[in-house]
C-alpha cells in the first residue's frame, strides 16, 4: 500500500507543478516528476539544514512542489 501512496502522492505533485510552469505533460511523466522533484526538493532542504520529505504531510507535500519545479524549470532550460 505504501507504493500506492507514493505514486498518488508523486502524480498530485507532478500535476501541480506542471500547471504551476504552465507545461503539459502527461500522467507518467507528472508522476516521475513528482518523485524525483521529492527527492531533489528533500536533498536540497538537506543543505539549507531543514529535514527533506517526511511523510505525507503539507510541508513534505511544499518541498515535493519546490523540487518538482525546479526539475521542469531545468528541464526546460535544457530544452
Not at 7 to 33: D, H, K, P, Q, R
Not at 35 to 52: C, E, Q, R, T, Y
Request: proline share 0%; hydrophobic share 65%.
Amino acid at each position: 500500500m505504501g507504493i500506492l501512496l507514493w505514486i498518488v502522492f508523486g502524480a498530485i505533485v507532478g500535476w501541480i507543478a506542471s500547471m504551476f510552469m504552465g507545461t503539459n505533460e502527461g500522467l507518467i511523466l507528472n508522476i516521475i516528476l513528482g518523485i524525483v522533484g521529492a527527492i531533489l526538493g528533500g536533498w536540497i532542504m538537506s543543505f539549507v539544514g531543514k529535514s527533506g520529505v517526511t511523510g505525507f504531510n503539507l510541508y513534505s507535500f511544499l518541498v515535493a512542489i519546490i523540487g518538482a519545479v525546479i526539475l521542469i524549470a531545468i528541464v526546460k532550460a535544457v530544452r
